[in-house]
């Protein structure tokens, strides 16, 4: 199994990284890093730049040609390389090839765990009180909704509550957060007040740039609430 | 063209908390509406009671749409037949200045003073209302929202709710500046008052307008779908009715219409059908009691042709049911004067900048859209709205119109970032520069408040983190001596 660690994952959560190297091997699989990788090209792709995130999405197909599943901590990185490359090599017909088999064996890290190994109950313990942000890429285009949830469900001591709306984004939407910061913010507020209405002192999310982006809102406005990748919780919550 | 951008007219929005708590608590009201209508249609499918679930509903929609308008011309030519035939009038307008010549000869052979409007938004696209005024005839919005609004002297704020984002009390001021009097807020005060005020215009009207929801090409029957009865009563009291529909708003057969009614209330407010639907097939004939001697039909282009044929052909699909306004939360947070134009929300982002000047309205695609696809998964007509808008952006940037400063470092990036050195060295140098930003410490960890460059405008309300000691290469070069050592 190759870990697609994504740029933000690298930069920012090296943490929520290596625990889901932790959590995978603990559960004997073997993880490679193939160390060429770099950005799945997403930014490019979604401010109308096509051609950019062509050169990085070729660079992808050749980093991880050949891996048998490729595993992401990030929904939305995920869901690019399995939404968006086929269309990126739409008149390419040599790479949509090998990009159709790589989007069959490309898994956000909690569906893996899940729907692969079949595995929802890791015997974890995490005493808290917390809510799951559930972000969009990863539920509207990778389809994965259930899996995070099924894996904190069954976490000792984690009272897992609902956010009343929690089909609502963030806010992050890449480059959006910075061309409407207003409106980012505003939408980040009402996630964050919808999280804080529910008395849970961690959120938890699956997708290192919405969480960088409540992280970093929630600590502008002072916000006692810890913020979690769903595989540290995890990992935290089997002692690893 | 609006004037400002989209951001400065989101910011003024954001700053008005009373338009904030409106727009919210209507969404709110609709999206759990919509929920429950899904969840019993699904029912009524698995009893057989239904045409399908809303996947299954939106897959037939979406099907008759994309025929219907892969053959047009066919379609429109067979409605413009059987208008003729069941004795209608049909117009053909090019775009705005053509609607509103037919409409004011219309209104001049009948010697018209006073027109009555039921809702729509083609004649609001074409600004109707003030060609009209220009030649002295008073035009009367009647749908409750477009009525308060016409007071206001605003625009519609909502596809389906044109007011929502009025309060109570703002809507007692405007009525009690009609009829002279301080008004209490509630429900059956302003109803009546509305009733009352617009009863007398019904009476007097020389000419009623309309829209359509859909035109049924086979048998010319407009279908007219509402809440309120003054659809009712601008259809069929005054001597004249015009209809104006976009001409993407055919559907073949009176089946396929079947197909389109199970889908629009229920995405839009909830409710399984809207309170009146109405038919209307030809103008009055000879015995019947009510409705208008004469019946036009002006099927609008405007810029609608241009966009067959083209990638963004889907969405001519638009039922026009809001939904996506609704679940849009870009929308909830601002209401739709930010987008500065007739259609708002995500079908307003992908439309508006079709049917206008591009360059005009570019910076709705580029900054009122987080691209989290809750239009799409909405709409009943499954537009994806959110791959429109993504090719918005595609050609603002080759048009070179990009101009938040962020194509150039986007594409040095990208030519960068095929080259893993050329990465690992970035990152390097990101991860300094971010540390020696950061200087805030606070609960282990360091926080940059002031960021330079294309991160600036992410300061200015949020903090940026300090990226951790060591990358995730450095914790995986570690991890494998250690595995190493342990194997
Ligand atoms: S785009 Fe779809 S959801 Fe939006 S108004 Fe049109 S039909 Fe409704």
Same mark, same amino acid.
């Given at each position: 199994?190759?870990?697609?660690?994504?740029?933000?994952?690298?930069?920012?959560?090296?943490?929520?990284?290596?625990?889901?190297?932790?959590? /995978?091997?603990?559960?004997?699989? #073997?993880?490679?890093?193939?160390?060429?990788?770099?950005?799945?090209?997403?930014?490019?792709?979604?401010?109308?730049?096509?051609?950019?995130?062509?050169?990085?999405?070729?660079? +992808?197909?050749?980093?991880?040609?050949?891996?048998?599943?490729?595993?992401?901590?990030?929904?939305?990185?995920?869901?690019?390389?399995?939404?968006?490359?086929?269309?990126?090599?739409?008149?390419?017909?040599?790479?949509?090839?090998?990009?159709?088999?790589?989007?069959?064996?490309?898994?956000?890290?909690?569906?893996?765990?899940?729907?692969?190994?079949?595995?929802?109950?890791?015997?974890?313990?995490?005493?808290?009180? $917390?809510?799951?942000?559930?972000?969009?890429?990863?539920?509207?285009?990778?389809?994965?909704?259930?899996?995070?949830?099924?894996?904190?469900?069954?976490?000792?001591?984690?009272?897992?509550?609902?956010?009343?709306?929690? #089909?609502?984004?963030?806010?992050?939407?890449?480059?959006?957060?910075?061309?409407?910061?207003?409106?980012?913010?505003?939408?980040?507020?009402?996630?964050?007040?919808?999280?804080?209405?529910?008395?849970?002192?961690?959120?938890?999310?699956?997708?290192?740039?919405?969480?960088?982006?409540?992280?970093?809102?929630?600590?502008?406005?002072?916000?006692?609430?810890?913020?979690?990748?769903?595989?540290?919780?995890?990992?935290?919550?089997?002692?690893? | 063209?609006?004037?400002?951008?989209?951001?400065?007219?989101?910011?003024?929005?954001?700053?008005?908390?009373?338009?904030?708590?409106?727009?919210?608590?209507?969404?709110?009201?609709?999206?759990?509406?919509?929920?429950?209508?899904?969840?019993?249609?699904?029912?009524?499918?698995?009893?057989?009671?239904?045409?399908?679930?809303?996947?299954?509903?939106?897959?037939?929609?979406?099907?008759?749409?994309?025929?219907?308008?892969?053959?047009?011309?066919?379609?429109?030519?067979?409605?413009?037949?059987?208008?003729?035939?069941?004795?209608?009038?049909?117009?053909?307008?090019?775009?705005?200045?053509?609607?509103?010549?037919?409409?004011?000869?219309?209104?001049?052979?009948?010697?018209?003073?006073?027109?009555?409007?039921?809702?729509?938004?083609?004649?609001?696209?074409?600004?109707?209302?003030?060609?009209?005024?220009?030649?002295?005839?008073?035009?009367?919005?009647?749908?409750?929202?477009?009525?308060?609004?016409?007071?206001?002297?605003?625009?519609?704020?909502?596809?389906?709710?044109?007011?929502?984002?009025?309060?109570?009390?703002?809507?007692?001021?405007? +009525?009690?500046?009609?009829?002279?009097?301080?008004?209490?807020?509630?429900?059956?005060?302003?109803?009546?008052?509305?009733?009352?005020? /617009?009863? #007398?215009? +019904?009476?007097?009207?020389?000419?009623?307008?309309?829209?359509?929801?859909?035109?049924?090409?086979?048998?010319?029957?407009?279908?007219?779908?509402?809440?309120?009865?003054?659809?009712?009563?601008?259809?069929?009291?005054?001597?004249?009715?015009?209809?104006?529909?976009?001409?993407?708003?055919?559907?073949?057969?009176?089946?396929?219409?079947?197909?389109?009614?199970?889908?629009?209330?229920?995405?839009?407010?909830?409710?399984?059908?809207?309170?009146?639907?109405?038919?209307?097939?030809?103008?009055?004939?000879?015995?019947?009691?009510?409705?208008?001697?004469?019946?036009?039909?002006?099927?609008?282009?405007?810029?609608?042709?241009?966009?067959?044929?083209?990638?963004?052909?889907?969405?001519?699909?638009?039922?026009?049911?809001?939904?996506?306004?609704?679940?849009?939360?870009?929308?909830?947070?601002?209401?739709?004067?930010?987008?500065?134009?007739?259609?708002?929300?995500?079908?307003?982002?992908?439309?508006?900048?079709?049917?206008?000047?591009?360059?005009?309205?570019?910076?709705?695609?580029?900054?009122?859209?987080? /691209?989290?696809?809750?239009?799409?998964?909405?709409?009943?007509?499954?537009?994806?709205?959110?791959?429109?808008?993504?090719?918005?952006?595609?050609?603002?940037?080759?048009?070179?119109?990009?101009?938040?400063?962020?194509?150039?470092?986007?594409?040095?990036?990208?030519?960068?970032?095929?080259?893993?050195? $050329?990465?690992?060295?970035?990152?390097?140098?990101?991860?300094?520069?971010?540390?020696? +930003?950061?200087?805030?410490?606070?609960?282990?960890?360091?926080?940059?408040?002031?960021?330079?460059?294309?991160?600036?405008?992410?300061?200015?309300?949020?903090? /940026?983190?300090?990226?951790?000691?060591?990358?995730?290469?450095?914790?995986?070069? #570690?991890?494998?001596?250690?595995?190493?050592?342990?194997?």
């Amino acid at each position: 199994m190759a870990l697609f660690i994504t740029c933000l994952g690298d930069l920012f959560f090296p943490r929520a990284g290596m625990a889901v190297v932790k959590l /995978l091997e603990h559960l004997g699989v #073997e993880v490679t890093f193939p160390e060429g990788q770099t950005c799945c090209g997403q930014p490019q792709w979604n401010s109308g730049y096509p051609e950019a995130a062509a050169a990085l999405a070729r660079h +992808f197909l050749d980093v991880f040609d050949g891996a048998d599943y490729i595993v992401s901590p990030s929904g939305s990185c995920a869901s690019m390389v399995q939404h968006y490359y086929p269309e990126i090599f739409r008149d390419d017909p040599a790479r949509l090839d090998r990009t159709r088999q790589i989007s069959g064996r490309i898994y956000e890290f909690t569906q893996f765990l899940v729907e692969v190994l079949g595995v929802e109950d890791l015997g974890a313990r995490y005493p808290a009180r $917390a809510t799951y942000h559930q972000s969009c890429h990863m539920t509207r285009l990778l389809g994965v909704e259930e899996p995070p949830l099924r894996l904190l469900r069954n976490v000792r001591d984690l009272e897992l509550v609902p956010l009343e709306h929690p #089909e609502l984004c963030c806010g992050f939407g890449g480059t959006f957060s910075v061309k409407s910061p207003e409106v980012s913010v505003a939408m980040a507020d009402e996630k964050l007040d919808d999280v804080t209405r529910t008395g849970a002192d961690l959120l938890v999310g699956a997708d290192p740039s919405c969480l960088l982006h409540l992280a970093g809102r929630a600590h502008r406005r002072r916000l006692p609430l810890k913020i979690m990748h769903v595989a540290e919780v995890l990992a935290e919550g089997v002692g690893l | 063209m609006a004037g400002g951008t989209f951001r400065a007219r989101a910011r003024k929005a954001l700053e008005n908390p009373r338009l904030r708590r409106a727009v919210r608590v209507t969404m709110n009201n609709f999206m759990s509406a919509r929920r429950a209508a899904m969840a019993e249609l699904a029912q009524l499918a698995r009893e057989g009671l239904a045409l399908g679930d809303f996947a299954a509903m939106r897959e037939r929609a979406r099907a008759i749409k994309q025929h219907t308008l892969d053959h047009l011309d066919h379609y429109l030519a067979r409605a413009a037949t059987a208008i003729g035939e069941r004795g209608g009038h049909v117009h053909f307008a090019a775009g705005a200045h053509e609607v509103g010549e037919i409409v004011r000869e219309i209104a001049r052979r009948r010697g018209v003073t006073l027109a009555v409007k039921s809702k729509s938004m083609a004649t609001e696209e074409v600004h109707l209302n003030r060609a009209l005024q220009a030649d002295g005839i008073e035009v009367v919005e009647t749908d409750l929202g477009e009525y308060i609004i016409q007071l206001a002297g605003e625009t519609p704020s909502h596809i389906v709710g044109p007011a929502i984002h009025k309060t109570r009390e703002e809507i007692a001021q405007l +009525f009690g500046r009609v009829v002279g009097r301080e008004l209490s807020t509630d429900t059956p005060t302003l109803t009546g008052v509305a009733r009352q005020v /617009l009863r #007398e215009k +019904f009476v007097r009207a020389g000419m009623g307008i309309s829209g359509a929801n859909f035109v049924v090409a086979e048998t010319g029957t407009l279908c007219i779908v509402t809440n309120e009865g003054n659809g009712r009563l601008v259809t069929s009291a005054p001597p004249v009715h015009v209809a104006v529909v976009g001409i993407e708003k055919l559907v073949p057969t009176l089946a396929d219409l079947y197909v389109f009614l199970g889908l629009l209330a229920r995405s839009s407010t909830g409710q399984k059908i809207s309170v009146y639907t109405h038919m209307i097939t030809g103008p009055r004939r000879p015995g019947e009691a009510d409705g208008p001697e004469e019946l036009h039909v002006i099927f609008l282009d405007a810029g609608r042709s241009d966009i067959l044929g083209t990638e963004y052909q889907e969405v001519l699909h638009c039922i026009r049911c809001g939904a996506c306004l609704n679940h849009c939360p870009v929308y909830r947070q601002t209401g739709g004067h930010a987008y500065g134009a007739v259609y708002s929300g995500p079908v307003g982002t992908v439309l508006t900048p079709l049917l206008g000047e591009f360059r005009d309205w570019k910076d709705l695609p580029a900054e009122a859209c987080s /691209l989290c696809a809750a239009c799409w998964e909405a709409c009943p007509v499954g537009i994806p709205l959110h791959d429109l808008i993504l090719k918005h952006r595609q050609k603002t940037a080759r048009e070179g119109l990009d101009q938040s400063g962020l194509g150039g470092p986007l594409r040095l990036g990208a030519a960068a970032w095929t080259k893993p050195w $050329a990465y690992r060295l970035s990152v390097r140098v990101g991860r300094l520069a971010l540390r020696w +930003f950061a200087r805030e410490e606070e609960g282990g960890r360091r926080w940059a408040v002031k960021a330079p460059g294309p991160l600036r405008a992410w300061t200015e309300g949020r903090d /940026l983190p300090a990226p951790p000691e060591k990358s995730f290469r450095e914790l995986w070069a #570690e991890h494998l001596r250690e595995r190493g050592q342990r194997a």
